[in-house]
Structure formats: structure tokens, C-alpha cells
């Protein structure tokens, strides 16, 4: 009933046998201009109270303490075994869900989860007494509409890997464990150099030990720079083969356990938001990867910020 799709380790769009075309972008060009982000007339629809950071411990080393990622969503599926949840997603506002273009189209999808930590339980506890901490309240809700990008493209050669859900009903904001990822909205979030930093990734997925995991995982994983993804994915191509990649971000770190985080779900990073708060930002979506962890290549994510103005025109009260 719970089967999870499988992340890093054997992502349905795997990089079999390093034949994905990685397309690369080293100018760094966007297709939305930042005055249409800043000056859009849906911007209000995004909320300021977003992406609070919960000062956490990973339990276990990976297990993410409860409450810490509340925007995390889980998608489910009509398939031949019955409903499974297959990717994930991050909750934008009330209505709305971010996710992969590939999570969406053309799939029979039942509906969103939001406040699930894990999958295995109707109650979800952390601790021991007496500081024991429990949370039994999950949210199910129907779709109303799946938004690809119009010009999303499969594999090999996979763009713009980006799209929107909008839910039949709003989510219940006032339980601690349903939450909203902030977005970067502003032109410094939009321009921010990643390269070198470290992200949060967070999921229910695979592990290193080629497990399914039923709890809600999380890890920090590096941001690679254009250049040194290029380096990686171009390794033993000949000349004049070497790819491009637009609008697209590498993170994973060689030699650390990067497998954890669904398909379609948020690569975060802390920064200063709006009022210069600390908060986590959402400036990725799970696209794809290599298919051993540790295997030396990173996985792929759909670049938020150039995308923001599409997420915009595509959401509405």
C-alpha cells in the first residue's frame, strides 16, 4: 500500500548507463525576468510565513525529527497493486504542491498527503517518556488539477522538469505538521550563487543499504557548481559531445550517502528571506540521478528560480 518510488539509488529516470543528456547552462540565463517575479500580481498568493527552520538533529544520523520539513508531500497513484505513493512534492501555499513534471504526466494521481512522517504508522512518535511526542493528524486531499510544463521533455533529454498541483481543498494549516516551503521571490534569492553550498534534501526513499525507508529522511548534501557537474557527467564523452544544461542544479557529495529524497521533492537552503529571517528556500526539484549512491555523480534538480514566474502565471486563488 505504501510502496515509494525509488531515489538516487534506482530513480525511474536513471542515468542508465550515463546515456541521460545533462544539459548545462554556464551563462546562468533565466527565462523569467526578475521585475515579472517581483511585480507579479499572484505574488501574494505565496505566504510570508513559510519555511520555518526547526533547529534539528538528524535521529539515527538520517531520520528527520518530527515537525522539521511540514511541507513535504507525498503523491499517490492508481496503480495494478492498488494506490501507492510513487513521488513527492512540497506544499507552496494552501492550494498548491511543487513537484517534477514527470510525477504528473500523463499518471492516474489520487491525491496528496501532507503531514505524513511515517508511512507505517497511524501515529508517529518521537522520544521517550516522559518526553514522549506523538502525531497521529495526517491530511489526505484530492486533486483538482495536475499543471506540467508545457514544455516539459522526458528522458534522455530532459527539460524543464517542473510542475504544479492544485488541490480540491486547502490544506489545514493550523496542525504542526502541515507547513509551506518558501520560493525564491526576490531578485537577490533569484541571482544567489548556490555553488560550493550546502543544501537539505528530504524524503522517503531508498537508502545506501538499498532499503526502502517508511520514516521521512533527510541529509545535507553539496551544491555543485556548473563547471564541476559538467566535469562529471562529461566524463568519457568524446569531443565535441559535451552537453549543456539549462536551468538545472547538481547536488550530492562522492563518498557521502546522497540516495535519500523522492522524486519531484525540494532541494532547500537555508538564507535570508524577505524580512532577512532565516528560512529554508526551495530552490530545486528532484529530477533524477545516478543509479548506485556514492557512485561519484549527483543528482539532478529542476532549477526553481528560473521557473518562477511560470509557477506564478500557474496559480491562482
Known amino acids: 500500500m505504501h510502496a515509494l518510488c525509488v531515489v538516487f539509488a534506482c530513480l525511474s529516470c536513471a542515468l542508465a548507463n550515463q546515456k541521460l543528456i545533462l544539459e548545462f547552462n554556464l551563462t546562468a540565463t533565466t527565462p523569467n525576468s526578475v521585475e515579472s517575479v517581483e511585480n507579479h500580481p499572484n505574488l501574494g498568493l505565496l505566504p510570508d510565513t513559510c519555511g520555518m527552520i526547526k533547529e ?24 495494478r497493486l492498488g494506490p501507492q505513493f510513487e513521488c513527492s512534492g512540497s506544499l507552496i501555499n494552501e492550494r498548491y504542491v511543487l513537484t517534477a513534471a514527470h510525477c504528473i504526466s500523463n499518471l492516474e494521481l489520487l491525491g496528496v498527503r501532507i503531514g505524513e512522517h511515517d508511512v507505517d504508522t497511524t501515529s508517529d512518535c518521537q522520544g521517550e517518556p516522559p518526553t514522549l511526542t506523538c502525531e497521529s493528524k495526517i491530511q489526505d486531499i484530492r486533486i483538482e488539477e495536475a499543471i506540467p510544463h508545457p514544455e516539459y ?13 492544485r488541490l480540491k481543498k486547502p490544506v489545514d494549516l493550523s496542525f504542526k505538521n502541515a507547513g509551506i516551503i518558501c520560493l525564491p521571490v526576490s531578485k537577490d534569492l533569484q541571482s544567489r550563487n548556490l ?4 543544501a537539505t534534501v528530504a524524503g522517503w526513499g531508498y537508502t545506501e543499504k538499498g532499503y526502502v525507508s517508511s520514516k521521512l529522511l533527510a541529509v545535507d548534501v553539496l551544491i555543485h557548481t556548473a563547471e564541476s557537474c559538467l566535469e562529471l557527467f562529461n566524463r568519457g564523452r568524446k569531443p565535441g559531445e559535451e552537453d549543456e544544461t539549462i536551468n538545472k542544479i547538481c547536488a550530492g557529495e562522492i563518498g557521502k550517502n546522497s540516495c535519500i529524497g523522492d522524486l519531484g521533492g525540494p532541494l532547500m537552503v537555508r538564507g535570508a528571506y524577505k524580512n532577512n529571517e532565516k528560512r529554508f528556500i526551495q530552490h530545486g526539484i528532484m529530477s533524477y540521478g545516478p543509479r548506485l549512491c556514492a557512485s561519484g555523480f549527483p543528482g539532478v534538480y529542476t532549477d526553481v528560480p528560473k521557473y518562477m514566474k511560470w509557477i506564478l502565471d500557474n496559480i491562482r486563488p
Open 56 to 79: 534539528t538533529k538528524l535521529l539515527g544520523g538520517r531520520s528527520a525529527e518530527l515537525y522539521a520539513y511540514p511541507w513535504m508531500a507525498l503523491i499517490s497513484y492508481k496503480t
Open 153 to 165: 521533455h522526458g528522458k534522455p533529454n530532459i527539460k524543464n522538469d517542473i510542475g504544479i498541483i
Open 195 to 198: 555553488g560550493g553550498q550546502h
